[in-house]
């Protein structure tokens, strides 16, 4: 005999009132349930936290001694598309610079985590844009970096983070007399202009490094913004 609970409280019944199936149901309910949080739980502590895209030398670095990490966590949860995308960025090196590439290798992979980043997680605007470089330094077939960058300011319009590097890469892979790119290009300086004026300076760099007519079209936005702004970019002259 046991209580067992009933709409006047609890009272005496028989083992009748819980039968072998439900009780059965319920270990197995439990048994899954554990063995979920298990799966979740490993894989976090597994990460590395703060694995972001990689703008600089020091930043690529130090995301490549995690990478062991960060592919052994995405490997364990399987269908997280921000421990696909961690993956990625510590093995993409710096795609958008002169730079030694990752090797071989890290290159393949870093595409084939990137993929399923953007499957999982297909609204990581961080994703699509090192997708987006690294197709277009590569030369990686299949793939179109404009549109993956277009993709990139879809999903992630007001990412602060995003901005510079953005424009950076737009500057290289994308058609400025196409007038959505134009717009698209223009609204990342405008809001790094008057969000994060602290990048006035990287955006410089990144203008000296432009091409003419890409000069031109960075001049005839920053124009309408910050007239005391172009002044600056003016004098930093030819790269």
Known sequence: ?????????FSVGSDKAFPVWLR?????????????AVWILSAEFQHPHGIRVPVE???STEAALHHAQAKRAAKLAVVRGDLWAESAFTSSGLPW??????????IDEARVHLERALQFSPH????????????DRY????????????????????EPALFLLRIKVSLHVAPIQDPEFADLIGRDIRLLITRTPAQKPALAAVYKAASGPNKQFVERVVSAIDPAYLADLLRTGPQ
């Open 1 to 9: 005999m046991e209580r067992f609970w009933s709409d006047k409280g």
């Open 24 to 36: 059965a149901g319920l270990v197995a309910f439990s048994l899954v349930l554990t063995a979920q």
């Open 57 to 59: 030398q020091q930043a």
């Open 97 to 106: 610079t002169g730079q030694a590439a990752s090797s071989p290798a890290a």
């Open 124 to 135: 990581r605007g961080d994703v699509w844009l090192l997708l987006a470089a690294m197709a």
């Open 139 to 158: 030369d990686w077939k299949g793939y179109t970096p404009s549109s993956l960058l277009k993709m990139s300011h879809y999903t992630a319009p007001n």
